[in-house]
């Protein structure tokens, strides 16, 4: 039998339930767990164990007065772009870097109600902005398949810890596959939902047309019980959708037959490595036999997609980060100096150079005389590719393609060249400007043994759909049981 930290999070439930484990003993492995691997890897920000604790001791007392729920007493984490009331979040960012959260974010809120315990907050991309957590201001997280690559981004302390086994789940944020990218890095399951289909709020805004919260973990049926806690309309969120949330978890059992999957022929071409093609490609050739049809399709914009999200989102986070100007809350410099001395001063020692870079960007894009030429257009470019979609969908239920073109690559391989690391999400990034569901899920290993990425993206507000298509390769396939040696 595999060790509890290795467990997946609902076979680790039915421990708890049956009273073999309690969540204060499963917490305390975890945290030893944590202590041992985390010099190696780096995935947390901030550590709560004390917190944890007791919060693990008052799990295990309402289950004690019979209270039952998949997330009662599990040690989770959350990426540090939400707010977590009492403990410091900073968007892995300098300027916020002593900013303690005053309130909980909605899905912190409907966690702590179903009884999870939080472990801490994790390492990401400042801002969420990056592809590979090395734009972190804390330093680097390190991929636990291989420490000389990246785990992906900006959710790759997320990834790290969930694949590294420090935590049962994580949450991240998928702004243009920040979600995505890192759990195929790291071998794990990771899950978009549609936009409008998790609250935002309390989540630090990068892009709020694009922001979207979702769950990490080492199966598909984990991240079906963390969704359907967090999913669900929020008064507080006037972007969130009154969608009724299905029970995801008792929908994966939905039969495949019938099923319709199309493959985008602009996703398997140059630039994509042979190993992750032919992962993917195999992973269609199985759901093929188990009487999928399988039709070839084209989303001939998505050739726009990277440039259009690049100005689009750099537009949205210019505005959202004018908010930090050293006066309201975070980094203040120079106060003496005069108002605008202090603005300039605090942002410049705040931010890092790719924050400032997409600032920058963005500014461009909105300023007089630029406005039509490119922010516009942009807009023009991201409705085609919702188009694009829309028509894909005619003809079938899931379109497949990889989630990345490479594996994991290495630590400081791309940091020299923006472009390069920013076509990482080249196949991502499509699904956002859509606001489509989208998941990752393992489908294989390169030569090196990193993982390889499957990406399934769905009709709006189908996640039950995917989530169930992902379990049925899952449940078929040997990678949901295989973790990295550390």
Same mark, same amino acid.
């Given at each position: 039998?595999?060790?509890?930290?290795?467990?997946?999070?609902?076979?680790?439930?039915?421990?708890?339930?049956?009273?073999?484990?309690?969540?204060?003993?499963?917490?305390?492995?975890?945290?030893?767990?944590?202590?041992?691997?985390? +010099?190696?890897?780096?995935?947390?920000?901030?550590?709560? $164990?004390?917190?944890?604790?007791?919060?693990?001791?008052?799990?295990?007392?309402?289950? &004690?007065?019979?209270?039952?729920?998949?997330?009662?007493?599990? $040690?989770?984490?959350?990426?540090?772009?939400?707010?977590?009331?009492?403990?410091?979040?900073?968007?892995?960012?300098?300027?916020?870097?002593?900013?303690?959260?005053? *309130?909980? &974010?909605?899905?912190?809120?409907?966690?702590?109600?179903?009884?999870?315990?939080?472990? @801490?907050?994790?390492?990401?991309?400042? %801002?969420?902005?990056?592809?590979?957590?090395?734009?972190?201001?804390?330093? +680097?997280?390190?991929?636990?398949?291989?420490?000389?690559?990246?785990?992906?981004?900006?959710?790759?302390?997320?990834?790290?810890?969930?694949?590294?086994?420090?935590?049962?789940? #994580?949450?991240?944020?998928?702004?243009?596959?920040?979600?995505?990218?890192? /759990?195929?890095?790291? @071998?794990?399951?990771?899950?978009? +939902?549609?936009?409008?289909?998790?609250?935002?709020?309390?989540?630090?805004?990068?892009?709020?047309?694009?922001?979207?919260?979702?769950?990490? #973990?080492?199966?598909?049926?984990?991240?079906?019980?963390?969704?359907?806690?967090?999913?669900?309309?929020?008064?507080?969120?006037?972007?969130?959708?009154?969608? +009724?949330?299905?029970?995801?978890?008792?929908?994966?059992?939905?039969?495949?037959?019938?099923?319709?999957?199309?493959?985008?022929?602009?996703?398997?071409?140059?630039?994509?490595?042979?190993?992750?093609?032919? #992962?993917?490609?195999?992973?269609?050739?199985?759901?093929?036999?188990?009487?999928?049809?399988?039709?070839?399709?084209?989303?001939?914009?998505?050739?726009? /997609?990277?440039?259009?999200?690049?100005?689009?989102?750099?537009?949205?986070?210019?505005?959202?980060?004018?908010?930090?100007? @050293?006066?309201?809350?975070?980094?203040?410099?120079?106060?003496?100096?005069?108002?605008?001395?202090?603005?300039?001063?605090?942002?410049?020692?705040?931010?890092?150079?790719?924050?400032?870079?997409?600032?920058?960007?963005?500014?461009?894009?909105?300023?007089?005389? *630029? *406005?039509? #030429?490119?922010?516009?257009?942009?807009?023009?470019?991201?409705?085609?590719?919702?188009?694009? %979609?829309?028509?894909?969908?005619?003809?079938?239920?899931?379109?497949?393609?990889?989630?990345? $073109?490479?594996?994991?690559?290495?630590?400081?391989?791309?940091?020299?060249?923006?472009?390069?690391?920013?076509?990482?999400?080249?196949?991502?990034?499509? &699904?956002?400007?859509?606001?489509?569901?989208?998941?990752?899920?393992?489908? @294989? %290993?390169?030569?090196?043994?990193?993982?390889?990425?499957? !990406?399934?993206?769905?009709?709006?507000? !189908?996640? &039950?759909?995917?989530? /169930?298509?992902?379990?049925?390769?899952?449940?078929?396939?040997?990678?949901?049981?295989?973790?990295?040696?550390?």
């Amino acid at each position: 039998m595999l060790e509890p930290i290795w467990q997946p999070l609902a076979q680790v439930a039915k421990e708890l339930d049956a009273g073999r484990l309690s969540s204060v003993e499963l917490t305390t492995q975890v945290l030893h767990h944590i202590e041992a691997t985390e +010099p190696k890897i780096h995935s947390f920000l901030t550590l709560t $164990p004390e917190t944890a604790l007791e919060e693990a001791r008052a799990a295990d007392e309402r289950r &004690a007065r019979g209270e039952r729920g998949p997330l009662l007493g599990v $040690p989770i984490a959350v990426k540090d772009v939400i707010l977590t009331k009492g403990v410091r979040t900073t968007a892995a960012s300098r300027i916020l870097e002593n900013f303690v959260a005053p *309130y909980d &974010a909605t899905v912190i809120r409907r966690l702590r109600e179903a009884g999870a315990v939080f472990l @801490g907050k994790l390492n990401c991309d400042e %801002f969420a902005m990056g592809s590979s957590t090395e734009n972190s201001a804390f330093g +680097p997280t390190y991929n636990p398949w291989n420490l000389q690559r990246v785990p992906g981004g900006s959710s790759g302390g997320s990834a790290a810890a969930v694949a590294a086994g420090q935590c049962f789940a #994580a949450l991240g944020t998928d702004t243009g596959g920040s979600i995505r990218q890192p /759990a195929a890095c790291c @071998g794990i399951v990771g899950v978009k +939902p549609s936009y409008g289909r998790v609250s935002r709020y309390g989540l630090i805004a990068y892009a709020s047309s694009f922001d979207q919260i979702g769950p990490m #973990a080492r199966t598909v049926a984990d991240c079906a019980l963390v969704l359907e806690i967090i999913a669900g309309r929020d008064p507080r969120d006037a972007t969130s959708a009154a969608q +009724p949330v299905p029970r995801y978890s008792a929908e994966l059992e939905r039969p495949l037959r019938g099923l319709r999957l199309a493959l985008p022929q602009e996703c398997f071409g140059e630039g994509v490595q042979a190993e992750v093609r032919d #992962a993917v490609l195999s992973a269609v050739r199985w759901f093929e036999s188990q009487g999928v049809a399988v039709v070839e399709t084209s989303l001939p914009h998505s050739r726009y /997609a990277v440039p259009t999200y690049y100005l689009v989102a750099t537009a949205e986070a210019s505005s959202n980060l004018a908010r930090y100007d @050293g006066v309201r809350f975070g980094l203040r410099l120079a106060e003496e100096a005069g108002l605008l001395t202090m603005y300039g001063r605090t942002r410049a020692s705040g931010f890092g150079a790719e924050v400032k870079r997409r600032i920058m960007l963005g500014t461009y894009a909105l300023s007089a005389g *630029y *406005y039509d #030429a490119y922010y516009l257009k942009a807009l023009k470019v991201r409705t085609l590719v919702r188009r694009d %979609f829309e028509a894909a969908f005619t003809r079938a239920d899931v379109v497949a393609m990889p989630t990345a $073109p490479t594996t994991a690559f290495r630590l400081g391989e791309k940091t020299g060249d923006p472009l390069q690391m920013y076509l990482s999400d080249i196949f991502t990034i499509a &699904a956002n400007l859509a606001g489509l569901p989208a998941l990752s899920l393992p489908c @294989g %290993f390169d030569q090196e043994g990193l993982p390889i990425g499957l !990406q399934l993206v769905g009709r709006p507000f !189908q996640e &039950a759909q995917l989530l /169930a298509a992902a379990h049925a390769y899952e449940q078929a396939h040997p990678w949901k049981s295989q973790h990295p040696s550390l």
